[in-house]
Each structure stands twice: as C-alpha cells, then as structure tokens.
C-alpha cells in the first residue's frame, strides 16, 4: 500500500493511512449475482472507511481472492437512533462465508456500530469475522493516572471481547497501537494482532526524499524514542527529543532535547488529533534555529476540518514564526 501524503506549510505530515483518494468511494460495486459462486471473502466497512476497504479488496484480488463489497446502509433516526441494514437482496450470501469489516473506531458511534454490525454478521451464519481497524479511538486512555478515572480503553476492548463468535471465531487486526499492551486486554479465545507500520512509513520519508540532507529524527515528547531512534538508525543520524508536561486541559513543552541547529527535523509521532502538541513541538525546534520541521506520522486523525487549517497556516515565511497556538487534545 502507498502512503499518503499531504502538505501542510513548511512543516509537511506524511501518513500511512486517513487521507481518502477522491475516487475512493466513486468505484462500481460488483453485486454478488455478477460473481456467481466464485466468490469467497465478503468485504463490509464504515462509512470513513471505505477507501481502505476498497484498497484491501484490490489487493486481495492480486493474490487471486474474489471478494464481494456488501453495502451498510445507515440512516441516522430523528429520536438520535441509528437504522443499519445490510445493502443486500439475500442475507444468505453470508453464510458460511469468511467477512472482513473495516472500520477506524474514532469515537462511541464507531465503536457500537462495529459491535451492532459484528453481532448481526455471527447471528446469520458467517464463518469467521475479520475486524480490520487501521485506528483505535481511546487508545491514550490506556490507564488510570488520577484517581477516579476510568481507563476506556479497557473497557472499550472489553466490549469487542464479548463479541459472538460464531464459527471459526473473530479476529481483529491493529495498527501502529498508542500501546502495543493494549492488545492484552481482550479476553477469550478471540485472535489479535498489531501490525507494524514503521516500514511502510520509511518507504514515504524516502520517497519524498527528506533523507537526502541527513534530517534529525525526532519526537513531539519522551513517548516514543524507540521508533525515532529506529528510523534515525536507518539513516545513520541523531536524534532530538522534547520533554513538556501535560495535565488533561494542556501540554506544556520544558526543553529540547539534543542538537537541531542547522538542520532538517522530522518529528514521528503514533497520531495527532488536535494537532497542538505537533505545532508546540515543531516551534521549539525552530527556536532552535533548525531549518525546517517535517512530521511521519502512522494516524492524522484530526478532529476537524479547522485543525487542518490551523496546521496548513503553522507556519509563514519567517522561519521562526509559527501561528497559531493550537490547544493539545489527548494527543
């Protein structure tokens, strides 16, 4: 799979995943009449998700898999309810058929959509069910910090967990997870996995040729030296970290690690949403006197439209001017 790969001013962000082709959801759907009985994998997702499900069923027909992309009709109800049915004539054509369901779980809809969606494909006789979930919401809520928190992400994986599991059961695919632990929540016999995307993100960095000019790896804060100094490692250069403080209303940046003076920085980071720890980090290391900040990131999972444009407008002909001062969400 390429990356995607999208500019943001001077300081650029790169990402695996969540940038959708304009086309991606223009593509003919083959109904299940058009493919007789050769078809053996039934592809299903959310509405932002289909893209990627698109690009797994391409790619699934190069290993010579015929797949049937099945519609999930939604409406939303006046009383705040949700009404979802499978775009199908026949729901027999699930059964005893392997169904994969991509779906980034963003935010509560996402997550008791999957479930609903999930439950009813193990109620109609599916085989097995793959759950392909290229973001996981809640993943910084790993664990209580202050007293009286509820860790979500537990019990988000707790509900996923007390999925039926009809047949040959379900499994669920992750990638690039805020904790790789998180995967030893679940509970059961259910199957998961976390898939790794540094590769994938170091075939961007060269192919947009940051490598060229010997760049500083860097990270927005102490969370993740292990994959900065990985990617450093593949170059054969340094690495730069910030150290800052965060309550749950702000991040405050401390000091900057390491020496960015005279350089091209590319801060990796697992996600940004609100984009405000990314900005705070990329204004200290050009407090630096580095000359430009970049940003590989494995989810932009921003949170609206305004974060966008807040990041596009970061940065300005001086190089050391940045506005504006984005607040940090749960970054």
């Not at 289909?50 to 069923?57: N, T, V």
């Not at 910084?140 to 928190?149: F, S």
Request: net charge neutral; aromatic share 10%.
């Amino acid at each position: 799979m390429q990356p995607s790969i999208f500019p943001v001013g001077e300081m650029n962000a790169y990402s695996t995943f969540n940038s959708i082709p304009a086309d991606a959801t223009n593509q003919s759907t083959m109904d299940s009449a058009q493919l007789g009985d050769n078809w053996q994998v039934v592809i299903l997702s959310n509405e932002s998700s289909i893209y990627f499900a698109r690009l797994l069923q391409d790619k699934l027909a190069q290993k010579k898999i015929v797949s049937f992309f099945a519609p999930v009709v939604r409406q939303h109800q006046s009383g705040g309810g949700s009404y979802i049915k499978f775009g199908v004539e026949d729901q027999d054509i699930f059964l005893g058929k392997d169904c994969i369901y991509v779906s980034s779980l963003l935010n509560d809809t996402d997550f008791f959509d999957l479930f609903r969606v999930a439950s009813t494909l193990s109620a109609i006789g599916t085989r097995s069910r793959i759950f392909v979930i290229p973001f996981l919401g809640y993943s910084t809520m790993e664990r209580a910090v202050n007293p009286g928190e509820i860790v979500s992400c537990k019990t988000n994986i707790r509900l996923l967990s007390s999925l039926p599991s009809h047949g040959h059961g379900n499994t669920f695919l992750f990638f690039d997870l805020h904790t790789s632990g998180i995967i030893h929540y679940f509970e059961g016999n259910t199957v998961r996995a976390e898939l790794d995307g540094k590769e994938c993100l170091l075939n961007a960095i060269k192919h947009i040729g940051i490598d060229k000019n010997k760049p500083v790896f860097a990270s927005a804060d102490l969370g993740r030296p292990k994959h900065v100094e990985w990617f450093a490692s593949q170059f054969g250069t340094e690495i730069a970290l910030i150290r800052k403080t965060r309550s749950f209303q702000s991040t405050e940046v401390q000091d900057v690690v390491g020496d960015v003076e005279g350089r091209r920085v590319v801060i990796y980071d697992d996600m940004t949403r609100g984009g405000g720890t990314l900005l705070k980090a990329a204004k200290e290391y050009k407090k630096k006197n580095s000359l430009s900040v970049s940003a590989v990131l494995s989810h932009c999972a921003l949170t609206n439209i305004e974060v966008a444009n807040d990041i596009r407008k970061s940065s300005s002909p001086d190089n050391n001017k940045f506005t504006p001062d984005v607040s940090s969400t749960w970054s």
